[in-house]
């Protein structure tokens, strides 16, 4: 027998008990019932309902049980479930923020000595204050200092195109313009300089 399925939003109470999503099915009856948490984005709805269907077409295990201790037993788990989501996404997040920035660090301390010595004769080009070794180590954004120090080694050779300018110097810049900008083609522009 083919089952009609019902889908009905549910009250905004459900994502506030730390469900996306319900699937109910009633002995007897020749529907189920999905109730999706109420959202806004089109895909999140149909993420929710894909979730429910992938539970009807796996059946699984199914135990009736009174709605009072279904209803009470959803509103204990609620509160350890929103903890666990919200603890898996600020750990991702911390990880991706923490990634990134240990890679600007990396390049930060690899331009350094090369801004240092393009910025040498010009210190007026640079807002950038020299960093000791151990502020590079803990500075809170790296990526801050790293695009600053690579929009003045472009000033520099702009004004200066004189300056020497080695093949893995050039790398070095590229590198840190890719780290810096959004990947395009259309923003990325040679290096200016003569090569060592």
């Known amino acids: 027998m083919e089952k009609k399925i019902v889908v009905q939003s549910a009250t905004p109470r459900m994502l506030e008990s730390g469900l996306c999503g319900l699937w109910i099915a009633v002995a007897g009856e020749s529907f189920g019932r999905i109730h999706p948490a109420p959202t806004t984005s089109p895909v999140h709805r149909q993420q929710f309902l894909n979730h429910e269907f992938g539970h009807m077409i796996l059946d699984h295990d199914k ?15 609620s509160p350890i479930s929103l903890v666990i989501g919200l603890g898996l996404t600020a750990t991702v997040d911390g990880l991706t923020s923490s990634g990134r920035n240990f890679r600007d660090r990396v390049l930060l301390w690899r331009i350094t000595p090369l ?4 910025l040498a004769d010009t210190p007026e ?5 020299e960093l000791s070794p151990l502020q590079r180590l803990i500075a809170r954004v790296p990526g801050a200092h790293l695009y600053r120090r690579r929009v003045e ?8 195109p ?3 300018v080695s093949p893995a110097e050039r790398g070095l810049i590229d590198l840190a313009e890719v780290r810096t900008q ?4 259309a923003n990325h522009t ?3 300089g003569t090569p060592r």
């Open 190 to 192: 040679p290096v200016v």
């Open 125 to 129: 080009l640079s807002i950038e204050r």
């Open 63 to 77: 135990e009736l049980i009174p709605g009072r201790i279904a209803y009470s037993l959803s509103l204990l788990l």
């Open 182 to 185: 959004a990947p395009s083609p």
């Open 115 to 118: 801004w240092q010595r393009l």
């Open 153 to 160: 080694i472009r000033d520099s050779l702009l004004l200066h």
């Open 162 to 164: 004189e300056q020497a």
